[in-house]
């Protein structure tokens, strides 16, 4: 485990072992151990300490497995003042566990219900909040706008026009979807976007909760929108023997038009070959009309543990992450996109418009695999990506997933 202990503007790293906070001194546990999320905390304790010269912060940085086996047991322990985790569900037990503060007081102090209002039902349980969200990435269908061009097809905004130019590219030869499937979790983002535009935001948290039978007759219908996708033969072949990166090149080449995946997929996109004016997206088109536009946007934030013993100094720390210039400077330096929707948008591009969709969305999921417990996650993707090779079989697939369900949420 690294240390560092930040100091008027000033980072010195040395090892130690995790210890509680004096006042004036706040303890942040957290895992950005990878080299850019490291340069991005660093710099923003950096920053804070600059704007808050009686507030020292120790800073225990862990990687990223290690982390998540050992949060439980510090935050019932000798809980730090701040810790990073995630947004949604997976703060849920926590929260439920009486292990995180509630910092609704921050939210409406500094109109953070505004300024962070596209992640507030994200970081809500029982009409409170409990942390700070401060950055983010979108999902949605990244598209070759030269096949589309060459085809006459206009983005699709609606699920008609999505289906109707997947048939208009089958009949020209161009898959219209790749994916990979080998390693799950690309199947999980299909299911959150259908069920997200199909039933709703409340609803997806909801049977990611546990709170819905797999068997109930809304789940039946996220997967017949799926099937007249699957069905028809919309999705590249052999994807199941394929890893998302695997998936790639059918989008270079042209053989496939489409693919729904996160932001991180544009760089290997243009290390393939392709031309920034050769890449398009688009947000996930509409299903039911009129329903509250939810998207997938994994979503990193921090918590104050309630056991945390400088609490007021933890609560200028969250302050401070929550502004909108804080967030830029952060996410500049993540390659991500910042929840303050005050913020300065990228010149990128895509996270320009990732920026303008998320900004303006009703909420974020957090992805499948995020939202719902580990097991319920497995399972579920597995059956997804059964879903995707023998459709016929989703009665089956379903009655499976719901004893899952009702062995992982006792």
Same mark, same amino acid.
């Given at each position: 485990m690294t240390h560092f202990r930040i100091v008027a503007g000033l980072a010195f790293g040395y090892a130690l072992t995790v210890s509680s906070a004096f006042a004036g001194q706040i303890v942040l546990n957290s895992d950005q151990s990878d080299p850019t999320p490291k340069k991005a905390m660093e710099e923003l304790l950096k920053d804070f300490q600059a704007a808050n010269?009686?507030?020292?912060?120790?800073?225990?940085?862990?990687?990223?497995?290690?982390?998540?086996?050992?949060?439980?047991?510090?935050?019932?322990?000798?809980?730090?003042?701040?810790?990073?985790?995630?947004?949604?569900?997976?703060? *849920?037990?926590? +929260? #439920?566990? =009486?292990? $995180?503060?509630?910092?609704?007081?921050?939210?409406a102090k500094d109109d953070l219900n505004n300024q962070l209002k596209s992640a507030a039902k994200s970081m809500d349980i029982d009409g409170k909040k409990w942390g700070i969200p401060y950055s983010t990435?979108?999902?949605?269908?990244?598209?070759?706008?030269?096949?589309?061009?060459?085809?006459?097809?206009?983005?699709?905004?609606?699920?008609?026009?999505?289906?109707?130019?997947?048939?208009?590219?089958?009949?020209?030869?161009?898959?219209?979807?790749?994916i990979g499937t080998k390693a799950l979790w690309p199947t999980a983002g299909w299911f959150d976007y259908l069920d997200l535009r199909?039933?709703?935001?409340?609803f997806h948290m909801d049977l990611t909760a546990g709170k819905v039978p797999y068997t109930d007759p809304r789940v039946k219908a996220?997967?017949?929108?799926? *099937?007249?996708? +699957? #069905?028809? =033969?919309? $999705?590249?072949?052999?994807?199941?023997?394929?890893?998302?990166?695997?998936?790639?090149?059918?989008?270079?080449?042209?053989?496939?038009?489409?693919?729904?995946?996160?932001?991180?997929?544009?760089?290997?996109?243009?290390?393939?070959?392709?031309?920034?004016?050769?890449?398009?997206f688009l947000q996930f088109p509409e299903i039911t009309p009129g329903l509250p536009r939810a998207e997938d946007a994994p979503t990193e934030s921090f918590h104050i543990p309630s056991g945390a013993k400088n609490k007021a100094d933890a609560r200028k720390f969250l302050a401070f992450l929550a502004k909108p210039e804080t967030q830029t400077k952060m996410n500049e330096i993540l390659g991500q996109l910042p929840i303050n929707n005050q913020s300065q948008k990228s010149n990128d591009p895509f996270l320009s418009a990732g920026f303008d969709m998320l900004s303006t969305a009703y909420a974020l999921a957090q992805f499948y695999d995020r939202d719902a417990p580990a097991d319920m996650a497995k399972a579920g993707m597995e059956g997804f990506q059964e879903f995707m090779v023998k459709p016929d079989k989703v009665d089956a697939i379903l009655a499976r997933l719901d004893k899952v369900r009702a062995r992982v949420y006792k």
């Open positions: 010269p009686d507030v020292t912060v120790k800073w225990n940085n862990f990687d990223h497995e290690g982390y998540k086996s050992a949060i439980r047991n510090f935050l019932t322990a000798d809980a730090p003042d701040v810790v990073s985790w995630y947004s949604g569900n997976r703060m *849920a037990p926590f +929260v #439920k566990a =009486g292990l $995180f503060e509630d910092v609704s007081d921050l939210w990435y979108q999902w949605g269908i990244y598209y070759r706008k030269d096949i589309f061009a060459a085809q006459g097809i206009t983005p699709p905004k609606t699920w008609a026009e999505l289906v109707a130019a997947c048939d208009k590219l089958k009949k020209a030869g161009i898959t219209p979807f790749t199909v039933n709703g935001y409340e996220v997967f017949a929108k799926w *099937a007249e996708l +699957v #069905k028809p =033969g919309y $999705f590249i072949e052999n994807h199941a023997a394929l890893d998302w990166q695997d998936a790639m090149p059918q989008f270079v080449q042209g053989k496939a038009a489409m693919y729904l995946m996160g932001n991180f997929a544009v760089a290997p996109m243009k290390d393939g070959g392709l031309k920034e004016e050769q890449i398009g």
